[in-house]
């Protein structure tokens, strides 16, 4: 079973479209996050949920927006895809104040 | 200045080497201490986690932190051409943050 899930793990589409990346933990943990990871593998934290209410909220553009039906959800949409969001997007999760943080395989984003 | 700081390498190793990943921090109040393994279009994985200064040792990893310089090693004994691999450290306070990862090739 994987621990957690992220779909879909290809999107290629053009400038100006929306999309949505889903994510689902089985771990039973209180918080999720995105990730996002550009070509040069640096993870930049995105948003963070813990318990459904957003806690952390980088520096993002509004046209990202998360939303977390419950504990074992995150979901991210994106609106208005620019060149720019290409990159690898990284759901991820943990028990609040664990060390412990458990990756999806990641979802890869190309904007034509 | 970064939080974290790691040498992106790469690093090429022969198999059976000893290979030493570093990492500096600034921040104090940096609690846990964390390895992560990431193979090429996968997710990272963790390897190793750590609460504490010393030594933590798990198979052919070794994973040291000496929180008196900031300064954090992962050490892989013997290693293999399994081992090829981007390599990230991570600390936390109340969230997570990442080194830039150091790439590794072992070579047979």
């Known amino acids: 079973d994987t621990a957690v899930s992220q779909t879909p793990k290809y999107l290629v589409t053009q400038m100006g479209n929306d999309k949505s990346i889903k994510c689902e933990q089985n771990l039973g943990h209180d918080t999720m996050y995105w990730y996002k990871q550009d070509s040069k593998k640096f993870l930049k934290i995105m948003f963070s949920y813990n318990n459904k209410e957003l806690i952390i909220n980088e520096t993002v553009p509004n046209r990202f927006s998360p939303k977390s039906p419950d504990k074992a959800h995150l979901n991210l949409h994106i609106n208005s895809l620019e060149l720019g969001d290409s990159a690898v997007y990284f759901c991820?999760?943990?028990?609040?104040?664990?060390?412990?943080?458990?990756f999806g395989e990641g979802s890869r984003l190309t904007v034509l | 200045q970064k939080e974290v700081e790691q040498d992106p390498g790469p690093l090429s190793v022969p198999e059976g080497a000893i290979v030493s990943l570093n990492c500096t921090y600034s921040?104090?109040?940096?609690?846990?201490f964390m390895w992560y393994r990431q193979y090429s279009r996968k997710g990272p994985e963790l390897l190793m986690y750590?609460?504490?200064?010393g030594n933590k040792e798990d198979g052919r990893f070794t994973a040291q932190v000496d929180k008196s310089s900031k300064y954090i090693s992962l050490f892989i004994r013997d290693s293999q051409p399994s081992d090829s691999a981007t390599y990230l450290c991570a600390m936390r306070t109340y969230q997570f943050y990442f080194g830039t990862g150091t790439s590794l090739t072992v070579i047979p």
């Open positions: 991820a999760s943990s028990h609040e104040g664990s060390g412990e943080l458990f």
């Open positions: 921040n104090s109040a940096f609690q846990y």
């Open positions: 750590t609460y504490s200064s």
